[in-house]
């Protein structure tokens, strides 16, 4: 019976640093990105810039193709249901508003978690091991503005890039399906998509892409950052950094969909 | 940081610091003069590469002081020990240099972030460095084309960037063949007396600290056991500091009874 307490003791102390940690390392790379620029500590654009090709434009294929299928599936699905109400016409809205709202940010979010995300970790983990970072220390540079910030910087761009690009991708993808299943016309589907959407399904999609990028960094980075032992734990690192920055997507996307269903 | 500084370049006073349970510091006294050259000797996880590493504050004692010109900078403000740092110098064990940045890079990145100099200026420098340690033309070298000994050369133009007056190598001839580690230890007695630095060396080789050392401290165990000349420290009686220049292994204890208790015992 202590035993199981003490391991329940131990876990709960674990998370609680781990989460002391986390929310520790995002004040800091808030503070270098929005406060620290205003004291003459310049921010790093061309390292920003290289990070955003990485993250940001290496992954418009993977987004665009997996959101394009993911937008036939929702109209798959949204068929369905809703021909046998005789609602076929709003198939287009569903996928529109189901994209835009919820899908497109989520499925960015996921796949930059899981390209960018854990090269953060692997990077990190391995300046770390090599004392890399060490290195930067002892020259008195900051290794959250040299290392997190650009990349914060860049997902900070790039979230919502990716974000409209998906949602355009999706949408496309349902309406592939509802011209050559339901016979709609191109115009049809522009239409009823138009009519559709509201501005605030954009703009809280593309709200939620900003906070999953801050949560994608700095769950990334702090994984590099507390690598201990060589090669086995970047791995380790690198993996767990995926699984934590899903979970924590999630749990940001419950929040911030409650806050706008009960705000709008 | 007045430059007419009297005292010791480095004090540490009665450092203690844990890893975990662990002690890995026992009460650490250490004074380094300046323009002296220090070399801490002692077996693997003696705190050896602890200490050094308290010495310029990337690790934070449990309690003790490090001073350094006199300041204590355990207990300042960070942006006020960056200004300090300035002035100290670290090659790593493995080099540590920045694996996507050319040699020439490496070099000019603390000229380049923390000062003003010209690019131009900073070009120069970053050749004049590079030649004194022995790198000339490897300027566009990435650090994975050199070896092993190259990179010790281009960490330690990058610790001379700043024409640093303290400067601490951690295992300076760790990984390297016997003929290159006597290069390095020329390097480090070359800046000696051409700089009048303050040189701070952590080594497991009696041979590399025999030629480099004004003094010699023998840490065993978290704790400094002998501290003196090279002759002071082959001529003290301490039975662990001969164990360590005669290259004697530890006596195995095998008490027969204690043995098999700890193969039965559950562990704890």
């Known amino acids: 019976m202590s035993g199981i307490l003490a391991f329940l003791g131990r876990y709960t102390l674990g998370l609680v640093s781990y989460v002391g940690g986390l929310a520790s390392l995002s004040r800091k790379v808030i503070h270098w990105t929005f406060v620290a620029p205003f004291q003459g500590q310049s921010l790093k654009w061309r390292s920003a810039l290289h990070q955003m090709v990485l993250v940001g434009v290496n992954s418009v294929p993977i987004v665009g193709l997996i959101s394009l299928f993911m937008g036939i599936v929702l109209a798959l699905q949204g068929a369905y249901q809703l021909q046998k109400l005789g609602a076929g016409y709003y198939v287009t809205a569903l996928v529109g508003v189901s994209m835009t709202r919820e899908l497109g940010p989520l499925i960015t979010a996921i796949v930059v978690a899981g390209r960018s995300g854990s090269a953060f970790a692997a990077e990190l983990g391995t300046m770390k091991v090599s004392e890399e970072i060490d290195a930067l220390e002892v020259m008195g540079l900051n290794s959250v503005r040299y290392l997190v910030v650009p990349k914060y910087l860049a997902l900070l761009v790039m979230m919502p890039c990716l974000t409209v690009f998906s949602d355009a991708a999706g949408i496309l993808g349902g309406g592939a399906f509802t011209m050559y299943q339901l016979e709609h016309t191109f115009a049809m589907f522009l239409t009823a998509t138009r009519d559709a959407l509201v501005m605030r399904d954009i703009s809280t999609g593309l709200i939620k892409s900003l906070v999953f990028g801050l949560v994608i960094t700095t769950v990334g980075c702090y994984e590099g950052f507390s690598v201990k032992g060589g090669a086995e734990g970047v791995g380790k690192s690198a993996t767990s950094s995926v699984v934590v920055s899903i979970f924590l997507i999630i749990l940001a996307d419950v929040i911030f969909t409650a806050i706008f269903y009960y705000t709008g | ?178 003929i290159t580690a006597a290069g390095i230890d020329e390097l480090i007695l070359k800046l000696k007396q051409a700089f009048h630095m303050t040189i701070v060396v952590v080594t497991h080789e009696m041979a590399s600290a025999a030629v480099i050392a004004d003094r010699i401290t023998v840490m065993h165990e978290g704790r400094v056991i002998a501290v003196g000349t090279p002759a002071e420290i082959r001529a003290s009686p301490h039975p662990r500091v001969q164990q360590f220049l005669n290259r004697t292994p530890d006596q195995e204890t095998r008490d027969g009874q204690a043995y098999v208790q700890t193969l039965t015992q559950a562990p704890s």
Request: one cysteine or more; charged letters at 25%; proline letters at 5%.
């Open chain 2, 1 to 178: 940081m007045p430059d007419d500084f009297q005292g010791p370049m480095i004090r540490v006073v009665d450092l203690v610091t844990h890893y975990g349970d662990r002690r890995v510091l026992d009460h650490v006294d250490l004074e380094v003069q300046s323009g002296e050259t220090m070399v801490i000797v002692g077996g693997s996880g003696t705190g050896k590469s602890t200490l050094l590493r308290h010495i310029i504050r990337l690790d934070i004692p449990s309690s003790g002081h490090v001073y350094i010109k006199g300041d204590d900078i355990c207990h300042m403000p960070l942006e006020r020990f960056n200004l300090l740092r300035r002035k100290m110098g670290m090659l790593f064990q493995s080099a540590a240099l920045f694996n996507s940045m050319t040699v020439e890079d490496n070099v000019a990145l603390p000229l380049r972030e923390l000062t003003q100099l010209e690019d131009s200026t900073i070009r120069i420098m970053t050749r004049i460095k590079l030649g004194l340690v022995g790198l000339s033309g490897f300027d566009n070298y990435l650090p994975a084309q050199l070896s092993g000994g190259m990179k010790k050369r281009a960490g330690l133009a990058r610790a001379l960037a700043m024409d640093p007056e303290i400067l601490l190598f951690d295992e300076p001839s760790a990984g390297l063949d016997p």
